[in-house]
């Protein structure tokens, strides 16, 4: 974040200097000593099984010139900084909002069901070719994360791209009134977040808060022929471009090939084209990629150079990573989460990918879905069955729907097991040699643990 003043930024947060030298220098926040810098604000944070206020000493010893309290607490040197705050979650939030105040250049809102993550860390990609690029690091998306990402702020950032989770209405729109967000992007409107929200039309009215905080001057990114999406695009005053695989499309992807690297595809995006190599699977991630891409034309970037970045695209723990398993397999490792919707586009990497091996889907329970949730698994087993996948291994209560489905519609070789701790003892022996295996669930059932089995070296 850009330099303040101790004293400046006791009066940014509406807190009370107890200590310390009111000239000191700060350059950034933390509320972790592990990842804290130099020059950092440490905020002490007190929840359920730590106290913030304990690793003050150690905060210190790493670097950070001030601190943020919430209770009187004297520091050994005097001439560190303490501020103390009755709340530090709106302490760093106003302190968030001065830090976005002073930036001119575009800041991204990314938001959806499926997908955001992906195309937060494209959206990054493709924004890096104008130069460094702030965004959203791993789950850092909520009310304490989005603040902490915009504090890292650096003099040479040109663009933010800031991804914004949602539990519940007004959320999205508390985290817009934080980030200002001059474009935005969803991706979609799944079933996830069913069982909090109620309905889909909910979901829709919550990640249309994005929409609604977009100005005038501003843009959307909206995924083509999401019925839901079309409902809620009058909600931009800005103005709302349209991606995915349609013609119709402002940006559109044509001659789409599997390959063992990834899928390559040509894009066309407003009047330009450009062929991509996306070193990750998925007819899913190909529309995630237009969305970028389209986002970063608008920002005028030239869409050569992003698609050449776009090869360099970072592999991401848990999404669709294929790695080499164990008497001779494949194992794609796509189990962060899931919903109905990301189990069929994973189910149709597994079968696309295998050119002719055998194929086994272990999947796990799917969570938050509410009253979709057993015909939201019994989808998953029909599709399994309308694929041809080859065997499907399913653990949980709730995947218990997906294996009834999937031998109702065909599949000859179908599994449950009622936890993981039971699969795992017959894990080896119900999968085909040579094959390729999907592991995917939603991120409660940690079904990583599988994959560190199927892909560990077997011991001589």
């Not at 709302?240 to 690297?261: M, N």
């Amino acid at each position: 974040m850009l330099a303040l003043s101790a004293v400046e930024l006791t009066r940014i947060v509406e807190g009370v200097l107890r200590q310390g030298k009111p000239r000191t220098v700060i350059t950034g926040a933390s509320i972790d000593t592990r990842t804290l810098q130099s020059g950092d604000l440490f905020a002490a944070f007190t929840g359920q099984q730590h106290d913030g206020h304990a690793f003050i000493p150690q905060a210190i010893d790493r670097g950070a010139t001030a601190v943020l309290v919430t209770r009187e607490v004297v520091v050994a040197d005097p001439q560190v900084p303490v501020i103390q705050v009755s709340d530090p979650l709106r302490a760093l939030q106003r302190l968030a909002r001065h830090e976005r105040r002073s930036f001119r250049g575009p800041v991204i809102g990314v938001t959806g069901s499926n997908g955001k993550t992906t195309t937060k860390d494209m959206l990054s990609t493709v924004f890096s070719v104008g130069g460094p690029c702030l965004a959203t690091h791993g789950n850092f998306n909520t009310e304490l994360g989005l603040p902490l990402t915009i504090l890292r702020r650096q003099p040479s950032n040109w663009s933010m791209i800031l991804e914004m989770g949602m539990r519940g209405l007004g959320q999205i729109a508390e985290l817009c009134d934080i980030a200002r967000p001059t474009a935005g992007i969803i991706t979609n409107i799944g079933q996830s977040h069913l069982e909090l929200l109620g309905s889909q039309e909910k979901i829709a009215q919550a990640k249309g808060e994005l929409l609604e905080a977009i100005p005038k001057s501003g843009v959307a990114a909206l995924t083509y022929g999401d019925p839901w999406l079309e409902r809620i695009a009058k909600k931009c005053r800005g103005q709302v471009y349209w991606y995915g695989i349609h013609e119709a499309a402002h940006a559109k992807a044509r001659d789409i090939v599997h390959t063992s690297q990834g899928i390559r595809f040509v894009a066309d995006v407003l009047g330009q084209s450009a062929t991509v190599q996306l070193p990750t699977f998925g007819v899913l991630n190909v529309t995630n990629a237009l969305g970028a891409l389209l986002l970063g034309a608008l920002h005028g970037l030239p869409l050569d150079a992003m698609a050449d970045a776009l090869r360099t695209l970072p592999p991401a723990a848990g999404r669709l990573r294929v790695l080499p398993g164990v008497d001779g397999r494949s194992v794609i490792d796509d189990c962060y989460n899931a919903s109905p919707l990301s189990m069929r586009a994973s189910l149709k990497v597994l079968t696309d990918i295998a050119e002719g091996k055998p194929t086994a889907a272990i999947l796990g329970d799917m969570y938050e879905l509410g009253e979709y949730e057993e015909p939201g698994h019994r989808e998953v087993g029909e599709a399994c069955a309308a694929l041809g996948v080859d065997s499907v291994i399913c653990v949980g209560p709730r995947a218990a729907w997906i294996a009834e489905a999937a031998r109702q519609g065909g599949v000859r070789t179908v599994y449950h097991y009622p936890d993981k701790a039971s699969l795992l003892a017959d894990l080896q022996e119900l999968l085909p040699k040579d094959g390729v295996v999907l592991v995917k669930a939603s991120r409660g059932m940690h079904l990583e643990e599988l994959v560190d089995v199927l892909t560990a070296p077997v011991e001589a």
